[in-house]
């Protein structure tokens, strides 16, 4: 447990920060499903649509530090890759 006053301070700063953070992981996950779901359903117009959506989402999170940028050009090259590959 945290003694000094600046301790205490950043383990507040850490807490309100994790929760903040967990909340735009989690709508950065649900823009991803949604091209997964696209894809799935069989849907190009609407993949393809899903798709410019989540690429703003996905640079933004690495922006704000929520994903390093590599796994951010990963996820963005592989849900690419999966809307092209409807042909």
Do not use: C
């Amino acid at each position: 447990m945290a003694n000094t006053a600046q301790a205490k301070k950043r383990a507040r700063q850490a807490e309100r920060s994790r929760i903040r953070k967990a909340g735009q992981r989690s709508g950065m996950r649900t823009f991803i499903k949604k091209v997964i779901a696209a894809v799935e359903s069989g849907d190009k117009e609407k993949a393809q649509a899903a798709f410019k959506t989540v690429v703003p989402v996905i640079d933004g999170a690495v922006t704000k530090g929520l994903v390093h940028k590599n796994k951010a050009a990963r996820n963005k090259s592989r849900l690419n890759l999966r809307v092209k590959a409807m042909a």
